[in-house]
Protein backbone atom coordinates (compact mmCIF):
# COMPACT_ATOMS: atom_id res chain seq x y z
CA UNK A 1 0.00 0.00 0.00
CA UNK A 2 0.90 3.76 -0.63
CA UNK A 3 2.07 5.03 2.72
CA UNK A 4 0.08 8.31 1.64
CA UNK A 5 -3.45 8.90 -0.03
CA UNK A 6 -2.90 8.01 -3.80
CA UNK A 7 -5.54 10.72 -4.81
CA UNK A 8 -3.26 12.42 -7.39
CA UNK A 9 -3.06 8.96 -9.05
CA UNK A 10 -6.54 8.11 -9.31
CA UNK A 11 -7.23 9.93 -12.61
CA UNK A 12 -4.33 8.19 -14.61
CA UNK A 13 -5.69 4.94 -12.92
CA UNK A 14 -9.14 5.22 -14.08
CA UNK A 15 -7.94 5.85 -17.44
CA UNK A 16 -5.52 3.34 -17.28
CA UNK A 17 -2.43 4.80 -18.00
CA UNK A 18 -0.53 3.71 -15.14
CA UNK A 19 2.17 0.84 -15.22
CA UNK A 20 1.08 -2.48 -13.96
CA UNK A 21 3.55 -1.93 -10.48
CA UNK A 22 1.36 1.46 -9.61
CA UNK A 23 -1.99 0.14 -10.75
CA UNK A 24 -1.85 -2.85 -8.28
CA UNK A 25 -0.50 -0.71 -5.79
CA UNK A 26 -3.59 1.86 -6.24
CA UNK A 27 -5.95 -1.03 -6.27
CA UNK A 28 -3.95 -2.12 -2.82
CA UNK A 29 -4.37 0.93 -1.51
CA UNK A 30 -7.99 1.30 -2.92
CA UNK A 31 -8.90 -1.67 -0.76
CA UNK A 32 -7.76 -0.46 2.39
CA UNK A 33 -8.66 3.40 2.31
CA UNK A 34 -12.12 4.42 2.43
CA UNK A 35 -10.86 7.72 2.23
CA UNK A 36 -9.37 6.87 -1.55
CA UNK A 37 -11.84 4.57 -2.71
CA UNK A 38 -14.76 7.09 -2.06
CA UNK A 39 -12.77 9.66 -4.14
CA UNK A 40 -12.61 7.20 -7.33
CA UNK A 41 -16.31 6.40 -6.89
CA UNK A 42 -16.69 10.41 -7.75
CA UNK A 43 -14.11 10.01 -10.43
CA UNK A 44 -16.17 7.33 -12.13
CA UNK A 45 -19.36 9.07 -11.83
CA UNK A 46 -18.19 12.36 -13.34
CA UNK A 47 -16.45 10.15 -16.06
CA UNK A 48 -19.66 8.28 -16.33
CA UNK A 49 -21.86 11.90 -16.08
CA UNK A 50 -19.18 13.41 -18.64
CA UNK A 51 -19.95 10.77 -20.84
CA UNK A 52 -23.50 10.60 -20.19
CA UNK A 53 -23.43 14.36 -21.11
CA UNK A 54 -21.75 13.97 -24.58
CA UNK A 55 -24.30 12.08 -25.78
CA UNK A 56 -27.54 13.90 -24.95
CA UNK A 57 -27.70 17.06 -27.05
CA UNK A 58 -28.85 20.31 -25.12
CA UNK A 59 -31.51 22.78 -26.59
CA UNK A 60 -29.81 25.02 -29.14
CA UNK A 61 -30.78 27.58 -27.15
CA UNK A 62 -29.09 27.22 -24.64
CA UNK A 63 -25.75 27.11 -26.34
CA UNK A 64 -26.47 30.25 -27.92
CA UNK A 65 -27.93 31.95 -24.71
CA UNK A 66 -24.14 30.70 -23.27
CA UNK A 67 -22.82 32.53 -26.23
CA UNK A 68 -24.24 35.61 -25.87
CA UNK A 69 -23.80 36.02 -22.33
CA UNK A 70 -19.74 34.87 -23.02
CA UNK A 71 -19.45 38.17 -24.51
CA UNK A 72 -20.55 40.56 -21.56
CA UNK A 73 -17.76 42.36 -20.42
CA UNK A 74 -14.51 40.71 -18.44
CA UNK A 75 -16.86 42.35 -15.11
CA UNK A 76 -19.18 40.17 -15.14
CA UNK A 77 -17.34 37.07 -16.66
CA UNK A 78 -19.22 35.02 -13.64
CA UNK A 79 -22.32 34.87 -15.42
CA UNK A 80 -21.54 32.64 -18.13
CA UNK A 81 -19.54 29.98 -15.65
CA UNK A 82 -23.06 30.38 -14.05
CA UNK A 83 -24.99 29.89 -16.45
CA UNK A 84 -22.91 26.86 -17.82
CA UNK A 85 -23.01 25.21 -14.49
CA UNK A 86 -26.74 25.71 -14.28
CA UNK A 87 -27.50 24.31 -17.91
CA UNK A 88 -25.36 21.35 -16.68
CA UNK A 89 -27.52 21.05 -13.42
CA UNK A 90 -30.55 20.68 -15.68
CA UNK A 91 -29.23 18.20 -18.16
CA UNK A 92 -28.02 16.28 -14.98
CA UNK A 93 -31.92 16.29 -13.66
CA UNK A 94 -32.70 15.40 -16.68
CA UNK A 95 -30.68 12.61 -17.42
CA UNK A 96 -31.29 11.38 -13.96
CA UNK A 97 -35.19 12.04 -14.21
CA UNK A 98 -35.17 10.24 -17.77
CA UNK A 99 -33.12 7.08 -16.44
CA UNK A 100 -34.46 6.76 -12.91
CA UNK A 101 -37.34 4.52 -13.78
CA UNK A 102 -35.53 1.89 -15.79
CA UNK A 103 -32.79 1.89 -13.02
CA UNK A 104 -35.90 1.09 -11.02
CA UNK A 105 -36.25 -2.10 -12.48
CA UNK A 106 -33.02 -3.62 -13.91
CA UNK A 107 -33.15 -6.75 -15.21
CA UNK A 108 -30.51 -9.44 -16.59
CA UNK A 109 -31.01 -11.62 -19.40
CA UNK A 110 -30.50 -15.07 -18.79
CA UNK A 111 -29.99 -17.37 -21.15
CA UNK A 112 -29.53 -21.76 -21.74
CA UNK A 113 -32.09 -21.71 -18.73
CA UNK A 114 -35.72 -23.24 -19.11
CA UNK A 115 -36.49 -21.75 -16.18
CA UNK A 116 -36.89 -17.74 -17.07
CA UNK A 117 -35.24 -15.46 -19.34
CA UNK A 118 -34.70 -12.34 -16.86
CA UNK A 119 -33.40 -11.88 -13.52
CA UNK A 120 -34.46 -8.97 -11.11
CA UNK A 121 -33.44 -7.56 -8.21
CA UNK A 122 -34.82 -9.48 -5.10
CA UNK A 123 -35.17 -12.45 -7.68
CA UNK A 124 -33.59 -15.87 -6.80
CA UNK A 125 -32.05 -18.60 -9.99
CA UNK A 126 -31.73 -22.09 -8.63
CA UNK A 127 -30.58 -24.50 -11.16
CA UNK A 128 -30.39 -28.10 -10.48
CA UNK A 129 -28.39 -31.68 -10.86
CA UNK A 130 -29.29 -31.14 -15.17
CA UNK A 131 -29.61 -27.20 -15.47
CA UNK A 132 -26.78 -24.73 -16.16
CA UNK A 133 -27.49 -21.18 -17.40
CA UNK A 134 -25.52 -18.26 -18.10
CA UNK A 135 -26.31 -14.58 -17.29
CA UNK A 136 -25.01 -10.93 -18.77
CA UNK A 137 -24.28 -8.82 -15.74
CA UNK A 138 -25.83 -5.89 -16.97
CA UNK A 139 -23.21 -4.61 -19.53
CA UNK A 140 -20.26 -5.67 -17.59
CA UNK A 141 -19.70 -9.70 -17.94
CA UNK A 142 -20.91 -12.85 -17.81
CA UNK A 143 -21.90 -15.35 -15.24
CA UNK A 144 -22.15 -19.11 -15.79
CA UNK A 145 -24.21 -20.61 -13.30
CA UNK A 146 -23.10 -24.43 -12.74
CA UNK A 147 -25.52 -27.17 -11.77
CA UNK A 148 -27.01 -27.02 -8.22
CA UNK A 149 -26.28 -23.62 -7.37
CA UNK A 150 -28.39 -20.95 -6.18
CA UNK A 151 -27.98 -17.22 -6.39
CA UNK A 152 -30.23 -13.96 -5.63
CA UNK A 153 -29.63 -10.78 -7.44
CA UNK A 154 -29.47 -8.20 -5.12
CA UNK A 155 -28.25 -4.93 -6.47
CA UNK A 156 -28.33 -4.08 -9.98
CA UNK A 157 -27.15 -0.49 -10.72
CA UNK A 158 -24.98 1.29 -12.64
CA UNK A 159 -22.44 1.71 -10.06
CA UNK A 160 -22.87 -1.40 -7.98
CA UNK A 161 -23.66 -5.00 -9.11
CA UNK A 162 -24.07 -7.42 -6.26
CA UNK A 163 -25.79 -11.04 -5.98
CA UNK A 164 -25.60 -13.53 -3.21
CA UNK A 165 -24.23 -16.87 -3.71
CA UNK A 166 -25.97 -19.39 -2.02
CA UNK A 167 -24.73 -22.93 -2.68
CA UNK A 168 -22.88 -23.83 -5.32
CA UNK A 169 -20.33 -22.52 -8.43
CA UNK A 170 -20.84 -19.45 -10.92
CA UNK A 171 -17.66 -18.46 -12.87
CA UNK A 172 -17.44 -14.72 -13.74
CA UNK A 173 -15.96 -12.91 -16.03
CA UNK A 174 -16.58 -8.96 -16.61
CA UNK A 175 -14.93 -6.00 -18.12
CA UNK A 176 -15.46 -3.43 -15.60
CA UNK A 177 -13.41 -1.19 -13.49
CA UNK A 178 -12.70 -2.82 -9.98
CA UNK A 179 -14.98 -2.76 -7.53
CA UNK A 180 -18.05 -3.32 -9.40
CA UNK A 181 -19.28 -6.41 -9.29
CA UNK A 182 -19.56 -8.53 -5.94
CA UNK A 183 -20.59 -11.66 -4.30
CA UNK A 184 -21.68 -12.36 -1.50
CA UNK A 185 -21.06 -15.80 0.39
CA UNK A 186 -22.02 -16.92 3.51
CA UNK A 187 -18.31 -16.85 4.27
CA UNK A 188 -17.26 -13.37 2.68
CA UNK A 189 -17.64 -11.32 -0.18
CA UNK A 190 -15.77 -11.56 -3.29
CA UNK A 191 -15.37 -8.30 -4.54
CA UNK A 192 -14.22 -8.05 -8.48
CA UNK A 193 -11.14 -6.21 -9.33
CA UNK A 194 -11.18 -6.92 -12.85
CA UNK A 195 -10.87 -10.38 -13.71
CA UNK A 196 -12.37 -13.81 -14.42
CA UNK A 197 -12.29 -16.37 -11.62
CA UNK A 198 -14.99 -18.88 -10.25
CA UNK A 199 -16.49 -19.57 -6.95
CA UNK A 200 -17.90 -22.39 -5.30
CA UNK A 201 -19.88 -22.10 -1.59
CA UNK A 202 -20.06 -25.62 0.16
CA UNK A 203 -23.11 -26.85 1.80
CA UNK A 204 -21.59 -25.44 5.16
CA UNK A 205 -20.93 -22.31 4.11
CA UNK A 206 -17.38 -22.14 3.34
CA UNK A 207 -16.30 -21.44 -0.11
CA UNK A 208 -13.58 -21.56 -2.87
CA UNK A 209 -12.08 -19.06 -5.01
CA UNK A 210 -9.97 -19.56 -8.11
CA UNK A 211 -8.58 -16.91 -10.32
CA UNK A 212 -7.74 -17.07 -13.29
CA UNK A 213 -7.38 -13.55 -14.91
CA UNK A 214 -6.59 -10.56 -12.86
CA UNK A 215 -7.50 -9.85 -9.22
CA UNK A 216 -10.46 -10.52 -6.72
CA UNK A 217 -10.38 -9.19 -3.26
CA UNK A 218 -12.32 -11.14 -0.54
CA UNK A 219 -13.91 -9.41 2.31
CA UNK A 220 -14.90 -10.16 5.31
CA UNK A 221 -15.22 -7.69 8.84
CA UNK A 222 -13.20 -4.60 7.02
CA UNK A 223 -10.16 -6.79 6.34
CA UNK A 224 -9.38 -7.78 2.72
CA UNK A 225 -7.41 -10.64 0.90
CA UNK A 226 -6.51 -9.87 -2.49
CA UNK A 227 -6.49 -13.21 -4.46
CA UNK A 228 -3.76 -13.08 -7.33
CA UNK A 229 -4.60 -14.63 -11.03
CA UNK A 230 -3.24 -18.50 -10.30
CA UNK A 231 -3.93 -18.78 -7.04
CA UNK A 232 -6.88 -20.19 -4.68
CA UNK A 233 -8.20 -19.07 -1.45
CA UNK A 234 -10.60 -20.66 1.13
CA UNK A 235 -13.19 -18.58 3.22
CA UNK A 236 -14.69 -20.47 6.02
CA UNK A 237 -18.17 -19.77 7.84
CA UNK A 238 -17.44 -17.94 10.69
CA UNK A 239 -13.90 -17.21 10.17
CA UNK A 240 -13.43 -15.57 6.96
CA UNK A 241 -10.83 -15.74 4.12
CA UNK A 242 -7.81 -18.10 4.70
CA UNK A 243 -4.48 -17.67 3.36
CA UNK A 244 -4.10 -17.49 -1.17
CA UNK A 245 -2.00 -20.21 -2.43
CA UNK A 246 -0.75 -20.81 -6.17
CA UNK A 247 -2.39 -23.64 -8.07
CA UNK A 248 0.96 -24.73 -8.78
CA UNK A 249 1.95 -25.08 -5.20
CA UNK A 250 3.35 -28.53 -3.20
CA UNK A 251 0.14 -30.40 -2.23
CA UNK A 252 2.16 -30.80 1.11
CA UNK A 253 2.44 -26.99 1.38
CA UNK A 254 -1.58 -26.69 0.41
CA UNK A 255 -2.87 -29.50 3.20
CA UNK A 256 -1.08 -27.56 5.89
CA UNK A 257 -1.86 -24.48 5.06
CA UNK A 258 -5.32 -25.63 5.49
CA UNK A 259 -4.30 -26.41 8.85
CA UNK A 260 -2.97 -23.70 9.73
CA UNK A 261 -5.80 -21.57 9.10
CA UNK A 262 -8.12 -23.86 10.66
CA UNK A 263 -6.15 -25.32 13.62
CA UNK A 264 -5.93 -22.63 17.32
CA UNK A 265 -2.33 -21.56 18.41
CA UNK A 266 -0.73 -24.43 19.80
CA UNK A 267 1.98 -27.11 18.96
CA UNK A 268 -0.32 -28.73 16.00
CA UNK A 269 -0.51 -25.64 14.24
CA UNK A 270 3.53 -24.61 14.72
CA UNK A 271 3.85 -28.24 13.34
CA UNK A 272 1.74 -27.63 10.58
CA UNK A 273 3.52 -24.18 10.22
CA UNK A 274 7.11 -25.86 10.11
CA UNK A 275 6.01 -27.62 7.07
CA UNK A 276 4.29 -24.60 5.12
CA UNK A 277 7.88 -22.97 5.41
CA UNK A 278 9.97 -26.08 4.31
CA UNK A 279 7.73 -26.34 1.06
CA UNK A 280 7.57 -22.98 0.23
CA UNK A 281 9.22 -22.01 -2.75
CA UNK A 282 9.81 -18.19 -3.87
CA UNK A 283 6.34 -17.86 -5.51
CA UNK A 284 4.73 -19.45 -2.13
CA UNK A 285 6.10 -16.28 -0.55
CA UNK A 286 2.60 -15.14 -1.39
CA UNK A 287 0.42 -17.39 1.04
CA UNK A 288 3.72 -16.54 3.81
CA UNK A 289 3.12 -13.38 3.17
CA UNK A 290 -0.56 -13.33 3.99
CA UNK A 291 -0.01 -15.52 7.20
CA UNK A 292 2.28 -12.48 8.81
CA UNK A 293 -0.36 -10.76 10.13
CA UNK A 294 -3.19 -13.51 10.87
CA UNK A 295 -0.42 -15.26 13.32
CA UNK A 296 1.46 -14.68 17.16
CA UNK A 297 4.68 -13.24 17.27
CA UNK A 298 6.78 -16.05 17.34
CA UNK A 299 5.43 -17.61 13.92
CA UNK A 300 6.06 -14.30 12.53
CA UNK A 301 9.82 -14.07 13.25
CA UNK A 302 10.19 -17.75 11.65
CA UNK A 303 7.75 -16.63 8.42
CA UNK A 304 10.37 -13.69 8.37
CA UNK A 305 13.29 -16.19 8.48
CA UNK A 306 12.20 -17.97 5.49
CA UNK A 307 10.97 -15.30 3.31
CA UNK A 308 14.19 -13.73 3.71
CA UNK A 309 15.70 -16.65 1.48
CA UNK A 310 13.13 -16.74 -0.79
CA UNK A 311 12.93 -12.72 -1.27
CA UNK A 312 15.13 -10.81 0.27
CA UNK A 313 13.74 -7.40 1.42
CA UNK A 314 14.93 -3.93 1.29
CA UNK A 315 18.00 -3.07 3.94
CA UNK A 316 15.90 -0.63 6.24
CA UNK A 317 13.73 -4.08 6.85
CA UNK A 318 14.50 -5.78 10.19
CA UNK A 319 12.88 -9.16 11.90
CA UNK A 320 12.45 -6.77 15.01
CA UNK A 321 10.17 -4.80 12.80
CA UNK A 322 8.11 -6.99 11.18
CA UNK A 323 7.82 -9.54 14.24
CA UNK A 324 5.90 -6.33 15.44
CA UNK A 325 4.25 -5.63 11.89
CA UNK A 326 5.90 -2.34 11.79
CA UNK A 327 3.64 -0.49 8.75
CA UNK A 328 6.47 1.02 7.33
CA UNK A 329 8.73 -2.07 6.92
CA UNK A 330 6.06 -4.11 5.88
CA UNK A 331 5.40 -1.41 3.41
CA UNK A 332 8.79 -1.48 2.17
CA UNK A 333 9.16 -5.53 1.98
CA UNK A 334 5.57 -5.67 0.00
CA UNK A 335 6.95 -3.63 -2.58
CA UNK A 336 9.16 -6.32 -3.93
CA UNK A 337 7.30 -9.44 -2.69
CA UNK A 338 3.81 -7.98 -4.76
CA UNK A 339 5.79 -8.71 -7.83
CA UNK A 340 4.66 -12.50 -7.87
CA UNK A 341 1.11 -11.07 -7.83
CA UNK A 342 1.06 -8.48 -10.36
ZN1 LIG B 1 -5.96 6.71 0.89
Redo the contacts with the bound molecule.
Keep these: M?R????RRLSAYHDGVLSADEKLRVEH?LGQ?R??RSAYDEIRFGARLASALTVSSAPASIWSDIHRVSRVSSRRRWIPQTIVAGALAAAVLVLYLLTRPHLASPSWEVTGFAGTSRLRAGEVLQTDSSSEAQIKIANIGQLTIDRNTRIRLLVSRADQHRIALDRGKVEATTWAPPRLFIVETPSATAVDLGCKYTLEVQPDGSSLLHVTLGLVALERDNRETVVPAGAFCRTRSGIGPGTPFFEDSPAELQSALDRVDSLPEGSERSRALSVVLRESHVRDALSLWHLLPRLDAQSRGLIYDRLVQLLPPPADVTRDGIVRLDPKMLESWKRIVSQLWQ
Design positions: FKHILHCHC
